[in-house]
């Protein structure tokens, strides 16, 4: 199974700030990376797939980078409806896809 | 609109059984796989099982493997999660999460639509 390890566990930023989020692969997994934001009492909602396509409704501060094992989620400039917890997710090594345990974002 | 609302969670004792559902509505259920995903409380996602459109094949991750079976019924456009010999462990909110990409499993594994989840918890 694939381990999926994010960074920091929590990331403090103001709003209008650029937010920064890693996510590392016990190996690779090529482009099949996928990043879901997640609010309190709420259901995940994809927000990057194939490791830099953006899903439909997202805007444009989210971004997604990276290939192999290592992979960035950049919000460029944090509004107050961006802070949540963030997971990713390989899609290239199944079963099981895998989850990391999640980067929340929170208000400095 | 895509929809997705999950149903039949609630308390259950250790070596008990119980049934989700999950009601899609907004799209062509049956070009679609669909999974389930749990969240235990306070805790990450943890992917759970995945059926092909047709139905014909079902995967399960180690965790459930044995335990829990996933079915759908296309004419109602409703899938099922059968879990039976629970354990406390198991207890945690259940989503249903459509693929992103119609079709076989072999383009599967990126969750595009979730439903609002049902909470399972195994306690005696």
């Known amino acids: 199974e694939i381990v999926m390890t994010q960074s920091p566990a929590t990331l403090s930023v103001s709003p209008g700030e650029r937010a920064t989020l890693s996510c590392r692969a016990s190996q690779s997994v090529s482009s099949n990376l996928a990043w879901y934001q997640q609010k309190p009492g709420q259901a995940p909602r994809l927000l990057i797939y194939?490791?830099?396509t953006r899903a439909a409704g997202i805007p444009p501060r989210f971004s997604g980078s990276g290939s192999g094992t290592e992979f960035t989620l950049t919000i460029s400039s944090l509004q107050s409806e961006d802070f949540a917890v963030y997971y990713c997710?390989?899609?290239?090594?199944?079963?099981?896809?895998?989850f990391g345990r999640g980067t929340k974002v929170e208000i400095k | 609109e895509v929809q997705l609302l999950e149903s039949g969670g609630g308390l259950v004792q250790p070596g008990g059984s119980l049934r989700l559902s999950c009601a899609a509505s907004?799209?062509?259920?049956?070009?679609?796989?669909i999974n389930w995903v749990r969240q235990a409380p306070g805790e990450g996602l943890e992917w759970v099982s995945i059926?092909?459109?047709?139905?014909?094949?079902?995967y399960y991750a180690d965790s459930v493997q044995g335990r829990f079976t996933v079915a759908r019924d296309n004419s109602k456009s409703t899938l099922y999660l059968q879990m039976n010999s629970l354990r406390a462990e198991d207890t945690a909110i259940y989503y249903c999460?459509?693929?992103?990409?119609?079709?076989?499993?072999?383009?599967?594994?990126?969750?595009?639509?979730w439903g609002q989840g049902t909470l399972v918890t195994v306690s005696s």
């Open positions: 059926i092909t459109p047709t139905g014909t094949g079902t």
């Open positions: 997710q390989q899609s290239n090594t199944w079963p099981p896809w895998t």
């Open positions: 907004g799209f062509t259920f049956s070009n679609f796989a």
């Open positions: 999460a459509k693929e992103l990409v119609p079709g076989p499993i072999g383009v599967a594994g990126t969750f595009d639509y």
């Open positions: 194939g490791a830099s």
